[in-house]
Antibody
């Protein structure tokens, strides 16, 4: 069974750094794009970016490029989302999300979701 | 940039009745190379992550009840719940994956029981 297990809720102050994780199992981690989706309180879904753990290639939404860093550690099948300096507007639930391969081609809909990590940034 | 517009924002339907959600893309998501529409639908129940219901505009995922169906092509798409059940109360999102980055979601449609 494919599983994406995310790290627990975080409460941080503005200006602090944070790295949340998504530990995967049940599939070949290095062969699928995996990324992050933001959901601000009471709002819709925003695709942030993805990483291909096989070679660490990343693709970011222009809205999030330079604001966060997506990384992966293929030795422990885990993807990460990192902030250097949090803002109150980063308060949201962040979902880890896998993108499928079909017939050897990569597609960018999401076939498996993590349960989400709630991040609260408040002074 | 692709903009995905869903309508209505919310919808109240009686149990057993039909619910129809619309999704319009600012550009075509149809690929003539494989004759497919790069459009997916997700269901998000309260307090849960989204769940993939339909890919390629009309292909139901394994285990999704057949009362859910997707249709449309090019820029205009629909998600239909043929006979609304209590467990279908959720927010539904469409997503285009024709271009990445980024892929874009619609704003969501909340389905409730009348």
């Amino acid at each position: 069974e494919v599983q994406l297990v995310q790290s627990g809720a975080e409460v941080k102050k503005p200006g602090e750094s944070l790295k949340i994780s998504c530990k995967t199992s049940g599939y070949s981690f290095t062969n699928y794009w995996i990324g992050w989706v933001r959901q601000m309180p009471g709002k819709g879904l925003e695709w942030m970016g993805i990483i291909y753990p096989g070679d660490s290639e990343t693709k970011y939404s222009p809205s999030f490029h330079g604001q966060v860093t997506i990384s992966a550690d293929k030795s422990i099948n885990t993807a990460y989302l990192q902030w250097n300096s949090l803002k109150a507007s980063d308060t949201a639930i962040y979902y880890c999300a896998r993108h499928p391969i079909l017939g050897g081609y990569y597609y960018y809909y999401i076939d498996v979701w993590g349960k989400g990590t709630a991040v609260t940034v408040s002074s | 940039d692709f903009v995905m517009t869903q309508s209505p924002d919310s919808l109240a339907v009686s149990l057993g009745e039909r619910a129809t959600i619309n999704c319009k893309s600012s550009q075509s998501v149809f690929s003539s190379s494989n004759n497919k529409n790069y459009l997916a639908w997700y269901q998000q129940k309260p307090g849960q992550p989204p769940k993939l219901l339909i890919s390629w505009a009309s292909t139901r995922e394994s285990g999704v009840p057949d009362r859910f169906s997707g249709g449309g092509s090019g820029t205009d798409f629909t998600l239909t719940i043929s006979s609304l059940q209590a467990e279908d109360v959720a927010v539904y999102y469409c997503q285009q994956f024709y271009t990445t980055p980024p892929t874009t979601f619609g704003g969501g449609t909340k389905v409730e029981i009348k």
